[in-house]
Nanobody, 119 residues
């Protein structure tokens, strides 16, 4: 399984940015995809997730500003970010795994990350 993020960059506070994550290889017939971020000196934070059936999850820190979506035909998930602040500056990663019946996925598969800088 390979995950490749794209779309990062620099943006001014208040602006918007979109990220993509293309995945190849078989994950699961019932897979979960997620977006995480890690800022320097901070712990990795799970910010959004989506199940193949479309159920979504958002961390409180991004709820109402970020939107996760997927195109199963293209094996791609997206993260549309708006109202960005300097606190959103981080390396953003996508991750994938099969969805458990309960609890969080183990997130076995990770992309290489894409940098988002908000100034």
């Amino acid at each position: 399984v390979q995950l490749v993020e794209s779309g990062g960059g620099s943006v001014q506070a208040g602006g918007s940015l979109g990220l993509s994550c293309a995945h190849s290889g078989y994950i699961s017939s019932r897979h979960c995809m997620g977006w995480f971020r890690q800022a320097p000196g901070k712990a990795r934070e799970g910010i959004a997730g989506i199940r193949r059936d479309g159920d979504e999850y958002y961390a409180d820190s991004v709820k109402g500003r970020f939107t996760i979506s997927q195109d199963n035909a293209k094996n791609t998930i997206y993260l549309q970010m708006s109202s960005l602040t300097p606190d959103d500056t981080a390396m953003y990663y996508c991750a994938a795994d099969s969805c458990p019946d309960s609890g969080d996925p183990e997130w076995s598969y990770w992309g290489q990350g894409t940098q988002v800088t908000v100034s």
